[in-house]
């Protein structure tokens, strides 16, 4: 093992998704990284049981799986099918020996504009999964998006929607993600942390910064971290601070990063986290 990174630093397989499975493997063991989040999308192109191995061969803890979700479809055919594929993600992310499914919530139905019945199909949903999962032992962590992924990704704009969401069930079946990229911006976040943690529902810390302009897509225009405006050591005191101890995972959806050396990138965000977080 050739680098240290953080006892707590977590890489998120997007972060460096041009690295395959194997290769990432053996770039976070070169990095001293032990802790990663993986997407579903990856896991089923190289196998679930396939995938579970080489983490468990390589002593990697898998800290999230992402994702799951889009539960805010009003035709019954096509919620049962959400419902369906989450129990199914809830299965693999039992399998990859993580506690945590990252819900990204979903966006609001074609021709809809009613937020409220949107919020409230979600609600429906994770009534009939928070079970589920527990017994599977996962935890749903609602994550709050940006609101402007509102309209087609995420409902759930705030943490203080997220939690009133979460709320309604056992802290052991649904909590949330706080994710500063999404999050930054809303003064009232420090006190809904606050609130998460005194229930015990921070699921899952991510980190990514901001930069202006965003990219042409928005959606791939998480920068690493120091290039952008978030204290990152601030809000790792944020959640601390509200009793979080676990793993802090960095995940960036950059094309700029994509296009470099997968290895380099990820020695670079051990490198970074480890200045402006650790």
């Known amino acids: 093992m ?4 953080p006892e707590r630093f977590s890489i998120n397989q997007m972060t460096v998704k041009q690295l395959g499975m194997p290769e990432l493997a053996d770039a976070c063991l070169e990095s001293g ?4 989040g993986l997407w579903r999308e990856s896991v089923r192109s190289y196998g679930l049981d396939a ?10 803890s898998v800290t999230t799986l992402c994702r799951g979700g889009f539960f ?5 055919e096509e919620r049962a099918r959400a419902l369906d594929d989450n129990r199914r993600a809830v299965d693999e992310a039992a399998t990859l020996g993580t506690d945590t499914l990252v819900l990204v919530s979903g966006g609001l139905p074609a021709g809809s504009k009613d937020l409220r ?14 079970p589920y999962a527990f017994e599977r032992g996962v935890r749903l962590a609602v994550e709050p998006l940006h609101p402007m992924y509102a309209s087609d990704r995420c409902v759930v704009s705030t943490l203080a929607q997220a939690l009133d969401l979460a709320e309604r069930f056992p802290a052991q079946q649904v909590g949330v993600t706080v994710d500063t990229y999404h999050l930054w911006w809303d003064d009232t976040a420090p006190e809904q942390i606050a609130r998460a943690g005194a229930g015990g529902r921070i699921h899952a810390f991510q980190l990514a910064d901001w930069t202006t302009p965003l990219p042409e897509g928005v959606l791939n225009g998480r920068a690493q971290i120091g290039d952008g405006v978030i204290d990152m050591r601030e809000w790792r005191g944020y959640v601390e601070a509200a009793g979080y101890a676990g793993p802090i995972e960095v995940e960036l959806f950059n094309e700029a990063l994509w296009a470099r050396d997968g290895r380099e990138v990820l020695a670079e965000t051990v490198a970074r986290f480890t200045e402006h977080v650790a």
């Open 51 to 60: 995938t579970a191995k080489l983490v468990r061969d390589a002593g990697l």
């Open 33 to 36: 990284v032990r802790g990663l």
């Open 72 to 76: 805010t479809a009003a035709d019954p």
């Open 2 to 5: 050739s680098g240290t990174a």
């Open 117 to 130: 019945a949107a919020r409230e199909r979600i609600a429906d949903a994770l009534g009939e999964l928070g």
